[in-house]
């Protein structure tokens, strides 16, 4: 609704002068996409995928073969190799905000369609740039004076210490399985890291004692993480360590970070590297990494705590008319002023002049402009100062000027 475009307006803003910053470039992509670009990108066990993805059917075929976009990343990435750019544009730096969907019980924090603003960096393996990221994800909280986050972040590995440590994971949970969630029972078949960010009460005793990411990584995986942290503490960028987070979609691999706030019980970010999903789309090997922030849910925290959107525009004249003359004159009249570039308020369904009048005064404008028949007739124009009730005739081919010359 309108109103809550001046908080819209003022996240693009933050986001826009943060992307401008760090030479991040904007990109948008189709909203709906062949869905293997998300079975394949998101990931078959993904949760995202398996119970809330759109598939678009039309009516002439039995198989739906294209899908609403449940994020931004996988379309990022086809979009980068299909136009060629991973030969000229290295790393690719992009910007969005825009609009995805899920199939989700809609309810507080979560929506069907919602808009995520991002980043996303492509075709590079270098740690400086998933400090980066954080860095900038935190200078958009900053610049809204979003107060009380934390960033939790992580490392998952690679595919080289990854299988090793799920198999640990697997056996230390196996003996338990009967004492797990019915969500734990399926994740340890399909994706069994999941299991460590499993919320349920029951699982919380396992998932204490559970093994740690960080204590199987293999040595390359172990010294990016060091260096991410590293660049973070150089940037004094705060953070927080968190063995279990791990990220509902299958593409990450070793850093993943979630940005959450004080009070509000859901993640208002998330992103990592995600190194394999060029492949997995049969792309080039390629490096990347990247975030998303919900938009509704930052307008929520700004709300929340008394963090204003963007000033509307206030206009500071309105255009008084009384009977058809004054309205024809009025219409006119507008042509000149917006020539000029002044916003000017009306009314123009309105006759009476109390009523006008009184919109003005609600308005706050500093002038008000009267057209009767009789200042027609006579080519003036009433000029009100609203503050002080001073009226006088201005000549209505001098109006637009005298109003620039006060205002
Ligand atoms: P995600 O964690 O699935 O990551 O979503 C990012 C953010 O979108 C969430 O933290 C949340 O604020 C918002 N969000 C998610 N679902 C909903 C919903 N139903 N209603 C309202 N807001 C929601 C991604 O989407 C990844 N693509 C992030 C990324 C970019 N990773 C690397 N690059």
Redesign the pocket.
């Known amino acids: 609704m309108p109103d809550d475009f001046s908080y819209f307006d003022k996240i693009e803003k933050a986001l826009k002068r943060v992307s401008c910053f760090f030479s991040f470039f904007r990109i948008e992509t189709p909203i709906m996409e062949d869905v293997r670009i998300f079975e394949r990108g998101t990931g078959m066990t993904s949760e995202?995928v398996q119970k809330q993805i759109f598939v678009v059917k039309s009516r002439g075929r039995k198989e739906g073969v294209m899908a609403l976009r449940?994020?931004?990343?996988p379309g990022v990435v086809r979009a980068y190799v299909q136009n060629g750019l991973s030969y000229v544009v290295l790393p690719g730096k992009f910007y969005y905000f825009s609009p995805?969907f899920?199939y989700?019980q809609p309810q507080h924090?979560?929506?069907?369609q919602?808009y995520?603003i991002?980043?996303?960096i492509i075709n590079t393996s270098d740690s400086a740039y998933d400090a980066q990221v954080i860095s900038a994800t935190v200078k958009i909280l900053e610049d809204l004076r979003i107060k009380g986050f934390s960033i939790k972040i992580n490392s998952i590995g690679c595919k080289v210490c990854r299988p090793s440590f799920v198999k640990k994971l697997k056996e230390y949970y196996k003996s338990n399985l009967s004492k797990l969630c019915r969500d734990c029972v399926k994740r340890y078949k399909i994706n069994p890291l999941r299991m460590l960010d499993c919320k349920e009460e029951k699982c919380q005793v396992y998932k204490i004692k559970a093994p740690q990411t960080l204590d199987h990584l293999c040595v390359s995986c172990k010294n990016h993480f060091k260096t991410v942290l590293e660049y973070l503490d150089e940037m004094k960028v705060p953070y927080l360590v968190d063995s279990t987070l791990v990220?509902?979609?299958d593409y990450?691999s070793k850093t993943v970070f979630?940005?959450f706030v004080d009070g509000f019980d859901?993640?208002?970010?998330?992103?990592?590297r995600?190194d394999y999903l060029s492949e997995t789309l049969s792309g080039p090997r390629m490096g990347a990494?990247?975030?998303?922030?919900?938009v509704?849910?930052l307008i929520e925290v700004m709300k929340q705590s008394q963090i204003s959107g963007l000033p509307k525009i206030q206009p500071k004249v309105f255009l008084i008319h009384m009977g058809d003359q004054a309205k024809k004159k009025a219409m006119g009249l507008m042509e000149g002023f917006y020539k000029e570039g002044v916003n000017v308020r009306e009314s123009l369904s309105k006759d009476s002049l109390k009523s006008q009048l009184r919109q003005a005064d609600k308005e706050g404008v500093q002038i008000a402009l009267i057209l009767g028949q009789r200042e027609v007739f006579e080519d003036v124009i009433i000029l009100r100062d609203m503050k002080s009730g001073n009226q006088e005739n201005v000549a209505l081919r001098k109006v637009v000027e005298e109003v620039k010359r006060r205002i």
Do not use: K, N, S
């Open positions: 995202v449940p994020e931004m990343t995805i899920r989700e924090g979560r929506f069907r919602f995520q991002g980043l996303e990220r509902g979609l990450y979630e940005v859901f993640a208002l970010g998330g992103g990592g995600y990494m990247g975030m998303a922030m919900g509704e849910r």
